[in-house]
Every structure is written in C-alpha cells, then in structure tokens.
C-alpha cells in the first residue's frame, strides 16, 4: 500500500468471512478512555492502543473497550465481539460486516486522523459512519 512519497505501514486489522478482525493494546484504569493510536507489539505486528477507565475484572474493561470502539467507528455495539484475548492485555476485536466495505472505513479512519495531525480516535462529526 506504499504510494510515491508515503512509506507502506502495517495496520492492525484483516479481512475475516464475515468482517474485520482488528488487534488491540488495552491500557485499563486509565485517567482518560481515549484511542492512542497504533503501536508495535513485542511478540510483532501492530495493535490500536485504547485506553479504557474500567478496571480489567469481571469483563468491565473489554465492555469499555467495545463501548469505546463502537462510539468512534459509530457502529452497533452488536456488531463487536472480542474473539481472542478476553483476559489479556493484547485482543482481537471482530467487527461483523461486509469486509470491503469495513476495510474502507478503517483506513479512512486512520487516514483522517493522520491528515488532521490527530491521534486515530477521535471523532470526526462530517465523517459518514460506518456500515
């Protein structure tokens, strides 16, 4: 994905069946719940940071995350599931739809956020939202 000028990055997400599989790095009891944006993972690849105020028991903090995540994708809560990772830092979040179009969506995401000089995450209110 490497155009004249712009080094090809790796992104944290992969076309599934039957949608999106995206990793991510959670932070837990953070001041703040915010997206931090990408970061490399010790074991390889990349992961979106999120930092959640919830503290990691009893799921409260994968439920923040999906929260999270659904409020700045603007997608159905219903649609994220955490496949990989329940009781870990390191997660697979599963978005459910269409790949193409959740792929395209992504990567405008991220795209925004960088042309804005803003870390990925933070909402854009003329952005469409996601299918």
Do not use: C
């Not at 990349?46 to 009893?58: C, L, R, T």
């Amino acid at each position: 994905m490497a155009t004249a000028g712009k080094p090809s990055r790796t992104l944290p997400w992969r076309a599934a069946p039957d949608g999106v599989r995206v990793a991510i790095r959670v932070t837990p009891k953070s001041s703040r719940a915010k997206i931090g944006g990408v970061t490399d993972l010790a074991a390889g690849g990349v992961a979106i940071k999120v930092h959640v105020n919830a503290p990691p028991e009893g799921g409260k903090a994968n439920a923040a995350v999906l929260h999270l995540l659904a409020k700045t994708w603007r997608i159905p809560k219903t649609a994220l599931s955490v496949t990989t990772g329940a009781a870990g830092r390191t997660k697979t979040v599963h978005i459910a739809g269409t790949p193409e179009i959740l792929l395209a969506d992504l990567a405008a995401w991220l795209d925004n956020a960088d042309a804005a000089g803003q870390k990925p995450g933070m909402n854009d209110p003329t952005r469409e939202p996601n299918r």
